[in-house]
């Protein structure tokens, strides 16, 4: 599994106990990651199938009269948490914003490169004691405030991700075992001082079994370094069907390793394409008709809502990525309906939300001060009355010719920039992660695969060639005026875009290649 001819073994992250770490984690846990991941397989094909139920074998946990472990009062008011990516500035604006939590997303926000990854790893080890700082525009040293009570949590890797950190391109291993093993043996015992708990969020899983795993990895590690049990806290996206179908044992599974559920709807929507996307089915509209009022969507919220506060755990809402006003107090298209969102999310009970962006901590902070009056909501049991068919049912809207070229532009600018080891782009006055990339290719290439697919208004049909000349047509208008460079990666990417959305097979993720 290791090459040690790998030059950047020399790096001080890879030090001899943590690479013995991750042999242990690979050696307890690999067998059993590639058994999780077949099995996620088989229940994605049932999915799509048509089998959109809970699991009949687990209905006694769904049943039962259970809670999860006290939620540790370090960790008891989440009111809202900024998400972001693992640079030094990004840490030390987060650290410093007044979120109750800054969440550094090794995955979604940090591209999968082994510099990237170590250099994220550093700033997060740095971070965690404060000896992080960087040179600001005017000269200045911009260090974290030494009275900062954020605390920092961390999505690691998902488990089907691949590292090449350790090993050649043609031998990767599993980015998890590398990114718990770092983590716990760096931070864990300064975080547990600090804030009480080593706390993280999970993306990409996909049911109780993989859930199980985690939990198996979480006590290893606090065997391992002594820990109390219960020192790892997990919150889960809920970024996928087979997820939410089985919320309720996934929060059995973790129990004393759990920290609650959260949204990812960008991603739960990327799913669904995923999922039930037919060239004869009734196409999708533009994004914005894809936002948390979109019915499918509120459903995932309020169910969350429901199963977390039965078991005494976080409902977490979902991360918001609009752009603040600018310095003129200019709004950006879809501002006042985030802080609509916000203020129906703490409503409908949710025990906090996430912000992509520091200058919406004190928005999203005023919304849920207004209607929560104490540290969470798990006291309010809301009635689940949501349906399998409500967590499936697409979105209404209309389909237009600029909502096309929104997407494209998205995509091609993510991959245009992604070589320049950017984890989040702006583009059309919104921040976009993975999950946003994501969901953007797959609308395109749901679109242009669609034998019942017309702008709403004009009635245009959209087809290949249509396709072609729109990516064509964009990939040019943005790149017409930069750097040779430049443009001839928006031409590899448009030429990327290209054959993906034109080809029959879900598009892979394209910023893993």
């Known amino acids: 599994m290791l090459n040690t001819l790998s030059p950047i073994r020399t ?68 009111r809202v948490e900024l998400i972001g990516g693992c640079s030094r500035k990004e840490l030390i604006e987060g650290l410093n914003a007044g979120a109750k939590s800054y969440v550094a997303d090794l995955w979604s926000m940090t591209p999968n490169e082994p510099g990237c990854i170590l250099r994220a790893h550093k700033n997060i080890e740095r971070a965690t004691d404060f000896r992080l700082a960087y040179v600001g525009a005017d000269g200045d040293r911009v260090r974290i405030n030494p009275k900062s009570i954020t605390r920092l949590m961390i999505v690691p890797r998902p488990l089907r991700a691949l590292d090449h950190t350790l090993s050649g391109p043609n031998d990767p291993s599993p980015a998890a075992f590398l990114d718990l093993a770092i983590h716990a043996h760096f931070n864990a015992a300064k975080l547990l001082l600090r804030q009480g708990g080593v706390y993280l969020y999970l993306r990409g899983l996909s049911g109780h079994v993989e859930a199980r795993l985690w939990k198996d990895m979480f006590m290893f590690l606090e065997k391992r370094f002594s820990l109390p049990r219960g020192t790892y806290r997990a919150t889960v996206m809920m970024d996928n069907l087979a997820a939410l179908l089985e919320a309720d044992e996934i929060l059995h599974e973790l129990k004393y390793h759990s920290a609650g559920l959260s949204l990812d709807p960008q991603a739960y929507a990327a799913d669904h394409v995923t999922l039930f996307s037919a060239p004869d089915r009734p196409v999708l509209p533009d994004r914005q008709h894809i936002g948390l009022d979109a019915k499918f969507l509120r459903s995932v919220s309020l169910r969350t ?34 802080i609509a969102d916000k203020e129906r999310e703490a409503v409908d009970g949710h025990d906090g ?15 849920f001060n207004k209607s929560m009056a104490r540290a969470h909501q798990m006291y309010y049991q809301r009635a689940d009355h949501t349906t399998s068919a409500d967590l499936v049912e697409s979105p209404q809207g209309a389909l237009t010719t600029e909502g096309m070229q929104q997407c494209i532009r998205t995509v091609i600018r993510a991959l245009v ?39 709403t ?21 943005m790149f017409d005026r930069h750097a040779p460079e430049k443009r001839e990666r928006a031409k590899l990417a448009v030429a990327r875009l290209t054959e993906v959305v034109l080809s029959p097979e879900i598009p892979p993720d394209l910023l893993e290649e």
């Open 457 to 477: 208004d004009t009635g245009l049909e959209i087809h290949a060639d249509v396709v072609k000349y729109l990516i064509r047509k964009e990939g040019e208008k």
């Open 305 to 338: 809502i429901s199963i977390c506060h039965r078991r005494q755990a976080h409902a977490m809402g979902a991360p918001a990525f609009i752009l603040p006003p600018n310095d003129q107090g200019v709004m950006k298209p879809g501002y006042l309906e985030m």
């Open 417 to 455: 920039s992604y070589t320049d080891s950017q984890g989040l782009i702006t583009q059309g006055g919104k921040l976009h992660d993975r999950s946003s990339i994501r969901l953007s290719t797959l609308l395109i290439w749901h679109w242009t695969q669609s034998k019942v697919c017309f702008i």
């Open 353 to 367: 939300t996430l912000v992509g962006h520091p200058g919406l901590v004190n928005p999203a902070m005023t919304e």
């Open 11 to 78: 790096d001080r992250l890879l030090s001899p106990a943590v690479l013995e770490l991750v042999k242990d984690l690979h050696d307890h846990f690999g067998e059993r990651r590639l058994a999780v991941l077949d099995l996620r397989e088989a229940r994605r094909t049932a999915l799509r199938n048509g089998e959109v139920d809970p699991l009949p074998e687990t209905a006694e946990i769904r049943t039962g009269d259970w809670l999860v472990s006290p939620v540790p009062a370090e960790l008891l008011e989440r």
